[in-house]
């Protein structure tokens, strides 16, 4: 079992940057990639981004490339999402999953942390 537990989350204005962690423990080994996801109120869960274990491919959505990336320190086997220039549609519960493959569907992650909030006022 993997278990994911993201942090970071919160409440900020348009423009300003946050920086979500997803800690991982348990039999990390074999889950080689990690993604992040986000949900918003009345909306279907889609995908956000993803890294392998190395860092060396990384894949982004459309409508948050050039504002996000993604990175991770394994010796801590933290991953990391650092958004800059938020915007109000990026509202949403932001959750971190692992699996093997680096995809943008849900159906190819195993694992899913709780979530943490994050809330872009305008």
């Known amino acids: 079992q993997v278990q994911l537990v993201e942090s970071g989350g919160g409440l900020v204005q348009a423009g300003d940057s946050l920086r979500l962690s997803c800690a991982a423990s348990g039999r990390t080994f074999g889950k080689s990639v990690t993604a992040w996801f986000r949900q918003a109120p009345g909306k279907e869960r889609e995908f956000v981004a993803a890294i392998n274990w190395s860092g060396t491919s990384t894949y982004f959505t459309d409508s948050v490339k050039g504002r996000f990336t993604i990175s991770r320190d394994n010796a801590k086997n933290t991953v990391y999402l650092q958004m800059n220039s938020l915007k109000p549609e990026d509202t949403a519960v932001y959750y971190c999953?692992?699996?093997?493959?680096?995809?943008?569907?849900?159906?190819?992650?195993?694992?899913w942390g709780q979530g943490t909030q994050v809330t872009v006022s305008s």
């Open positions: 999953a692992a699996g093997d493959l680096l995809a943008p569907r849900r159906t190819s992650y195993d694992y």
